[in-house]
């Protein structure tokens, strides 16, 4: 069955399958399903299939955002985990010069 996949960035439509979800002709970005079988599409008025594909837009900006939170969060744990370390290790170096001082 052919669905219509779109451009997420320049939102140009096109109508294949799903699983195979290639590149934009036009610019070369990765398309997406708007999860509608092709003889649905064809029903839509125009307005309709603008409108479909700006929400499909804006729920990739929005998932996009909570992605780079998770990153930023991810960032911050590993450097929070890096200096821990750093500062275990200058410890563990004092100790030993202190024990080997004795």
Do not use: Y
């Amino acid at each position: 069955m052919k669905e219509i996949l779109t451009c997420g960035n320049c939102l140009a439509t096109f109508s294949g399958d799903a699983k195979d979800k290639g590149i934009c002709p036009d610019c070369g970005e990765k398309l997406v399903s708007l999860h509608i079988q092709k003889e649905e599409w064809d029903l839509l008025s125009d307005e309709e299939k603008t409108e479909l594909k700006k929400r499909n837009k804006v729920v990739r900006e929005v998932s996009m955002e909570a992605r780079v939170t998770t990153m930023e969060q991810d960032i911050h744990m590993i450097r929070n985990i890096l200096i821990f370390f750093t500062v275990l290790w200058v410890l563990s170096f004092f100790v030993s010069l202190m024990s080997l001082g004795r």
